[in-house]
């Protein structure tokens, strides 16, 4: 499809991260996250900030929050937005709505995520949305070259830190504007979903609440199984069409028969009108991959990728062969305008911060098994630590996700502790396989769609949004109003006594 063509909100979401595990042959890339798909970011130059409405600040940051070292006390200057627009005001205990900026600057958030425009005026909300650290304009050491440069200035660059960064920034919003009494709810998709979620634990008495949408936090250590995610994606063709799976699926060793024949991967570059001619024939099967992933994580209304892929290899014409109908599919989605395989690409600022974020904590272990469309690739936690070990110096911590913030029996951990924290996904979303899916208690609650995609609900609202969206959304608001009204109530049940009461 033509650039222009795509629709912005696959700017939007996501968690699809090309963190790179070695295998055997060639690479498999860990889906990245958030809710934009990456191409569209590049591709557009979006009408980022919106600046009548959104105002930008700094904050002077700590570089470390955790210890008492001199260089801890070294201070960045972090970057924030506000909307103020829809605000009821200071000292009004109108609500904040904060969203945490994850895997990406923060420049496309106010546009982006239309949750909160969508639904800040019945709240009289004021919306903040918080840069993470190492990202767009909030970084340490005076520039991004100094940060990422060795393990002892990246080192700096996790979600604990991330997590102290937000609740800093929120306290200083609240007392510069009056807003000590206002409930904040947090915000967030994917790894900014995980985030929201455990700010709220972590951070009771600066979150009321918390919507994390599309957030796996349970694809940690093997409580999801590792072919999970591939396994989802499968799904998704399969229901989308039988044949156009089975096309897929018998892809891979048409491939390989025809790159091993002499001049083979001169007769697929042409086959596939690929940038420069191929060198390995995983260039081309990567890319492949990393399409049809793509399509099934970002499988929006109204065009449904997945659904475009397939009508153009169920399209092709009956006597033709697997690579054509192959090919069909692709430019069924992207166009024939130019060409794909092999293009010259920028590394974004995502894919560079993400592959050192999967290579400390976030490592989320997704292999491919023997029962999806694609050619099985194991999760060997070994391998993939030696390549971290080898890229950064330092070692990953596979389990200090878990040690930390949780993840195994989540049910019965959280079923008297925490509260008020919504996880939605879209069951067609293959990160979804990681999320929680059951209701925990009355307040931790699991609001799900069976055709739902990756962080579709915190998308800007649209008429030609399909009713299970609609009411997606609608559940979620209302979910979020009863917990500002007990807060409410609660201040107000509080306000008048004493601070500290003896019996
Ligand atoms: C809010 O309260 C503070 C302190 O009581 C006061 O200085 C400030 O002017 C008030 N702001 C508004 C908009 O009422
Ligand atoms: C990392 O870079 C900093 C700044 O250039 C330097 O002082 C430090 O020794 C380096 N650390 C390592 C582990 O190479
Ligand atoms: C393919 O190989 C040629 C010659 O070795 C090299 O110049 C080119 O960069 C390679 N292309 C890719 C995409 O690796
Ligand atoms: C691209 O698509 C157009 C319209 O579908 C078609 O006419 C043209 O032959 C295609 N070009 C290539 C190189 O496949
Ligand atoms: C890469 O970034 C440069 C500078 O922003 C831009 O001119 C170029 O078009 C980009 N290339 C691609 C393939 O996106
Ligand atoms: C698929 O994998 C499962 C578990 O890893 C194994 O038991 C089974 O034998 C495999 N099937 C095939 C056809 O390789
Ligand atoms: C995993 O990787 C390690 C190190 O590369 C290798 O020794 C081991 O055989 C691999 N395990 C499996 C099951 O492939
Ligand atoms: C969880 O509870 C909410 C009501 O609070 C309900 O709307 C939702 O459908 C429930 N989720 C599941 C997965 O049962
Ligand atoms: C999901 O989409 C399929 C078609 O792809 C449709 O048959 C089904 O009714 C939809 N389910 C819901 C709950 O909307
Ligand atoms: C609603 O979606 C349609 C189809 O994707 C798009 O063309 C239109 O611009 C969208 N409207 C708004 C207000 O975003």
């Known amino acids: 499809m033509k650039h222009h063509s795509l629709s912005f909100k696959w700017l939007l979401l996501i968690f699809l991260t090309h963190s790179t595990l070695l295998t055997a042959t060639h690479s498999l890339t860990i889906p990245r996250m958030s809710p934009i798909p990456e191409w569209e970011t590049t591709l557009h130059n979006h009408p980022a900030i919106n600046t009548e409405e959104v105002k930008t600040f700094y904050f002077k940051q700590v570089l470390d929050h955790f210890n008492y070292r001199p260089e801890s006390y070294t201070t960045f200057q ?87 960064d937000y609740a800093s920034i929120l306290k200083h919003v609240k007392k510069t504007l009056h807003a000590k009494n206002s409930p904040v709810i947090v915000i967030g998709g994917s790894y900014g979903g995980m985030l ?41 063709y399969r229901e989308a069409s039988e044949t156009c799976y089975e096309t897929v699926l018998k892809s891979w060793s048409e491939i390989r028969r025809i790159a091993s024949q002499p001049n083979g ?69 992207r166009g024939n305008s130019t ?51 080898e890229q950064y110096g330092v070692s990953p911590r596979p ?11 989540i049910k019965l951990v959280l079923r008297r502790l925490g509260s008020n924290i919504i996880f939605s996904n879209g069951l067609r979303d293959p990160y979804s396989i990681g999320g929680v899916l059951d209701n925990i208690s009355d307040s931790i609650v699991a609001v799900h769609t069976v055709n739902g995609s990756h962080c579709l609900d915190l998308l800007r609202a649209n008429q030609s949004d399909p009713g299970w969206l609609v009411e997606q959304r609608k559940k ?23 601070k500290f009461q003896s019996k």
């Open 339 to 389: 060409c794909k395989v092999n293009g010259p690409t920028n590394v974004s600022e995502t894919t560079v911060g993400w592959r050192w974020q999967t290579c400390s904590e976030m490592v989320i272990p997704i292999g491919i098994g023997n029962d999806t469309m694609f050619e099985p690739i194991p999760f060997n936690l070994t391998r993939y630590a030696e390549g971290c070990k």
């Open 476 to 498: 979620e608001v209302k979910i979020i109003k009863r917990w500002i009204t007990q807060y409410y109530a609660d201040l107000d049940a509080l306000k008048d006594k004493p």
């Open 78 to 164: 972090q970057r924030y937005l506000i909307n103020f627009k829809y605000w009821g005001g200071a000292n009004s205990s109108a609500p904040i709505f904060a969203y945490f900026g994850a895997e990406s600057p923060i420049d496309n958030s106010p546009n982006g995520v239309g949750f909160l425009t969508d639904n800040a005026a019945s709240f009289n909300a004021l919306l903040v949305y918080i840069e993470h650290r190492y990202y767009g304009k909030s970084v340490q050491f005076g520039s991004r070259e100094e940060a990422l440069k060795n393990a002892s200035t990246i080192g700096y660059f996790n979600s604990a830190q991330a997590l102290a």
């Open 196 to 236: 929201a979620s455990w700010f709220r634990l972590k951070y009771p008495h600066l979150a009321i609440g918390a919507l994390a949408s599309s957030a796996p936090i349970l694809y940690f250590d093997k409580i999801t199984p590792q072919n999970g995610y591939y396994s989802t994606v499968t799904r998704d």
């Open 399 to 409: 389990h200090w996700v878990t040690t930390y913030y949780g993840g195994h029996n």
């Open 265 to 333: 991967l001169v007769t697929l570059s042409q086959r596939f009108n690929t940038c420069h001619t191929l060198n390995q024939s995983y260039e081309l099967i990567d890319y492949l991959r990393s399409t049809y992933v793509y399509a099934a994580q970002y499988n929006q209304p109204p065009r449904y990728p997945v659904s475009m892929i397939c009508g153009g290899i169920d399209g092709e014409s009956l006597g033709s062969d697997i690579l054509s109908k192959i090919y069909a599919g692709i430019v069924a989605l």
